[in-house]
């Protein structure tokens, strides 16, 4: 079956150090994953999106890559500070909006 | 200020007493859906439209109803809600329906925490 899948469900890093998470699908080829931020209680927040022919996207201290060999995306903080702790989901578009299950970061000072 | 909203917020009820969740964006969105979300399980998409009077279902419909007679309202309906139905919901909608190459990005509301007893 089709699945899109964030396997770690928590990460710890300390503040300054950059922070990787990682979208894996798998039985389909979507055409572009986005990522969202998601606080606590909140709805979830657009940040980026990647297009299966995009390598590398970039914004401010974000990054995001797709590796269609590897049916991957790194979804990386750099610089992180406490304030990016959240919950972070990436979804694809697979003829309606799949999200993963989440990778809760936390950045501790 | 562009915004999807969702009513209520929170709400307890009873096993069996039929509830509304109220969504509503000014965005001229086509699309919108819903979504419940429960720890380790993330968003599931419950039901989406495409337009007005155009709906379907998503991965978990079983027990919820909606309706699309206006562009700007989804609401969600439960009719005889029952203690699984426990969650939060997410209404969300976007330009265009996310198919294909369409890259509309999804605006999501606040959320309605319920709780069936």
């Known amino acids: 079956s089709q699945k899109i899948e964030q396997n770690s469900e928590a990460l710890n890093i300390q503040e300054g150090k950059t922070a990787t998470l990682t979208c894996n699908y798998t039985n389909y080829s979507p055409a572009y994953l986005q990522w969202y931020r998601q606080d606590p209680g909140r709805g979830p927040v657009f940040l980026l999106l990647i297009r299966e022919n995009e390598k590398e996207k970039r914004k401010e201290r974000l990054k995001v890559t797709f590796d269609t060999t590897l049916k991957q995306s790194l979804f990386h903080i750099t610089a992180s500070q406490p304030a990016d702790s959240a919950t972070y989901l990436c979804a694809d578009n697979n003829n309606d909006m799949r999200f993963g299950a989440g990778t809760r970061l936390t950045v501790k000072p | 200020e562009a915004q999807v909203t969702q009513n209520p917020r929170y709400l307890i009820t009873v096993t069996g007493k039929k509830l509304t969740v109220t969504c509503s964006q000014n965005m001229n969105h086509e699309y919108m859906s819903w979504y419940r979300q429960d720890p380790g399980l993330g968003l599931r998409q419950i039901y989406y439209s495409m337009n007005v009077e155009v709906t379907d279902k998503g991965d978990v419909p079983e027990g919820y109803k909606v309706s699309r007679k206006e562009k700007r309202n989804f609401p969600l309906i439960l009719e005889s809600p029952s203690p699984n139905q426990t969650s939060l919901y997410f209404c969300?909608?976007?330009?265009?329906?996310?198919?294909?190459?369409?890259?509309?990005?999804?605006?999501f509301g606040p959320g309605t925490r319920l709780t069936v007893l």
């Open positions: 969300a909608s976007s330009l265009s329906p996310p198919i294909g190459t369409i890259t509309d990005t999804q605006y």
